[in-house]
């Protein structure tokens, strides 16, 4: 499908965050995992939250594999950092590419990325010193470019995106000065600086979304999206545990909104828009496969008593055993076009955060867990040491590296 004046990219965009199939063909191996998709079927076991589901037998991937796997994607982060320290960049067009309007959706997308980049090299490689070079680069170009980060548009509001990952690495950044260290303070500000930019592009009904196609109002008035909620309140809680208290209001608005677009088996609508249309694919099961984790370990750290060990063992088991509907998805350059309307972008996403979940389990119960996602990460390394999941611009290869190292972390 090429890009024209019958298909706009601002069309593309209004048609995905719709949850709407916009077309594509499978090709015979997308068929072909369909098919080893649907004999999965057959055996999945059904979601009761009573008692944990039963794990196939996996073989634990050696310490020597992982940590092979997470020294080559390392290099490849050192090797394509930007002059300026940042990561990703607007080059690498296809025909095909999601709107984002010149210059402001950019810097939110590099502004994001290289905030993932650098939590992934703090997180894995810190000590290696290509390494803190890298990050002593990314850290200076992420203060002096953060407080530029606004909407690029009345329409567009990628730069949730922003704020909520450069919590994250502003707070591992910050870990490594003395408490007496002017920049350590400097850090904690910026911190509060993005608490206050979240606010103000906060959804009227609580929560965030990225697009506001409706008034673009001063105060977006979008529903607010679920999977975005559950990233800005994971950043949040990392926030609170590092003693950096999020604005209470906001947070309590957020895990509203989240818990409204949650289903009672912990699939979770893509957005509150789609409130009235529950058995949409992409609301099912199978379509949530890539959000549950975040909005499951969002309201868990958040108090949520009804997320239980049981349900993030279920949805890690799932996420397994159903890998195949996401990994259909995967690397398709238009959105939604797979089945259950997953999109390419889901997939390191909800592994990174089913990483987050296995965090959540009491340590001697993870290991079944560990194996299961590192086995499909370790699967999914490209020749050249990076992940990619959705070819945007040139972000994907960046951003998909630092979940994967992340979620790796996690599963040692």
Not at 7 to 25: C, D, M, N, P, Q
Not at 109 to 121: G, H, I, M, Q, V
């Amino acid at each position: 499908m090429r890009n024209n004046s019958r298909f706009s990219a601002i069309g593309i965009a209004a048609l995905a965050v719709s949850g709407v199939v916009v077309g594509g063909t499978f090709d015979g191996g997308s068929l072909a995992r369909a098919q080893d998709t649907v004999e999965a079927e057959s055996r999945l076991q059904p979601l009761d939250f009573s008692q944990p589901p039963q794990l196939p037998e996996i073989d634990s991937p050696s310490a020597a594999a992982l940590q092979t796997a997470i020294e080559r994607g390392v290099q490849f982060l050192i090797d394509d950092q930007n002059p300026n320290g940042s990561w990703g960049s607007a080059t690498n067009t296809k025909d095909l590419n999601i709107y984002a309007p010149v210059p402001g959706a950019h810097h939110a997308f590099r502004t994001a990325t290289t905030s993932l980049c650098l939590s992934a090299l703090l997180e894995v490689a810190a000590d290696d010193p290509a390494a803190a070079e890298a990050i002593e680069r990314g850290e200076a170009w992420l203060v002096a470019e953060l407080p530029r980060l606004r909407r690029a548009t009345g329409t567009a509001l990628y730069n949730v995106w922003g704020h909520a990952y450069a919590i994250q690495a502003l707070l591992r950044l910050r870990a490594r000065y003395p408490q007496e260290h002017d920049q350590r303070a400097a850090l904690e500000a910026l911190v509060r600086s993005q608490f206050d930019r979240l606010k103000r592009y906060e959804s009227v009904d609580g929560g965030w979304g990225y697009y506001d196609f409706r008034y673009q109002a001063r105060r977006p008035t979008s529903d607010s999206i679920s999977f975005v909620n559950g990233a800005v309140l994971v950043a949040f809680a990392e926030a609170r545990e590092a003693g950096i208290e999020p604005p209470e209001d906001v947070v309590r608005r957020a895990v509203a909104a989240t818990k409204r677009q949650q289903k009672p088996n912990f699939a979770y609508l893509y957005g509150e828009y789609l409130k009235y249309r529950p058995m949409r694919g992409i609301n099912r099961p199978g379509g949530s496969l890539g959000r549950s984790q975040c909005c499951n370990a969002a309201l868990r750290l958040w108090g949520d008593e009804a997320v239980t060990d049981n349900v993030l063992k279920h949805w890690l088991y799932r996420l397994y055993e159903r890998n195949g509907w996401l990994d259909i998805g995967r690397k398709r350059p238009i959105p939604h076009e797979s089945w259950f309307q997953v999109a390419g972008y889901f997939y390191y996403f909800g592994h990174y955060y089913a990483g987050e979940c296995i965090e959540l389990l009491p340590s001697e119960q993870r290991g079944p867990y560990q194996a299961m996602v590192a086995e499909l990460i370790l699967q999914r390394q490209e020749k050249n040491g990076c992940w990619w999941d959705y070819p945007l611009y040139d972000y994907h290869q960046q951003y998909g590296t630092a979940m994967a190292l992340m979620t790796l972390h996690r599963c040692r």
